[in-house]
């Protein structure tokens, strides 16, 4: 059974950092594509970042571009978002999920607030 | 970016009797490989989201059968064939034929 569970969320001043994480099981880590999706308090769903199966290509939607850094860890069967200079706009629920084009299993999220 | 829009956002449903979200594309969803990646989640409270159809029409493992999808080009419809209590939720339609990959604003189902 495909299982995902996010990690490392918490309350942020706004310019700072956090380093979420995600850990899989039930599948072959390696061999799929990854990413993060959130969604922030009484709005939609939000597209974050998608990262191959060996991190030779990764996607940002433009509010994260240059913020935000996908990664993966393929012998821990982890995958990473490193966030920095926080905003305020950035709070949400982040999901990571599996990435066949569909997202096809997702984790429970974790909840990242960006307030003073 | 492709936008995403949906109507309605807010859809009241009796058990029993059927419901549809329509969901259309600002551009064609239709990839080079023939194969149009449109696809339909539900969020429901307290769960993380699940996904019912992808590819337009095709049913995910453990989708009941009672939901389907249709649709081409720019315009797709997620049917409900008779709804169920445990329908409620907020659906969602997602594109990931062009980047960045975008999503619907959401439909609201309650009953």
């Known amino acids: 059974e495909v299982h995902l569970v996010e990690s490392g969320g918490g309350l942020v001043r706004p310019g700072g950092s956090l380093r979420l994480s995600c850990e899989a099981s039930?599948?072959?880590?390696?061999?799929?594509?990854m990413t993060w999706v959130r969604q922030a308090p009484g709005r939609g769903l939000e597209w974050v970042a998608n990262?191959?199966?060996?991190?030779?290509?990764?996607n940002y939607a433009d509010p994260v571009r240059g913020r935000f850094t996908i990664s993966r860890d393929n012998a821990k069967n982890s995958l990473y978002l490193q966030m920095n200079s926080l905003r305020a706009e950035d709070s949400a629920i982040y999901y990571c999920?599996?990435?066949?084009?569909?997202?096809?299993?997702w984790g429970r999220g974790t909840l990242v607030t960006v307030s003073s | 970016d492709v936008v995403m829009t949906q109507t309605p956002l807010s859809l009241s449903v009796t058990p029993g009797q059927p419901a549809s979200i329509s969901c259309k594309s600002s551009q064609s969803l239709l990839y080079t490989n023939g194969r149009t990646f449109l696809y339909w989640y539900v969020l429901k409270t307290g769960r993380s989201p699940q996904l019912l159809i992808y590819e337009v029409s095709k049913r995910f493992s453990g989708a009941p059968e009672r939901f389907s999808g249709s649709g081409s080009g720019t315009d797709f419809t997620l049917t409900i064939s008779r709804v169920e209590a445990e329908d409620v939720g907020l659906y969602y339609c997602m594109q990931s034929t062009h980047l960045p990959i975008t999503f619907g604003p959401g439909t609201t189902v309650d009953l």
């Open positions: 990262i191959k199966e060996d991190e030779t290509e990764k």
């Open positions: 999920a599996r990435y066949v084009r569909a997202f096809d299993y």
């Open positions: 039930g599948f072959t880590f390696s061999s799929y594509w």
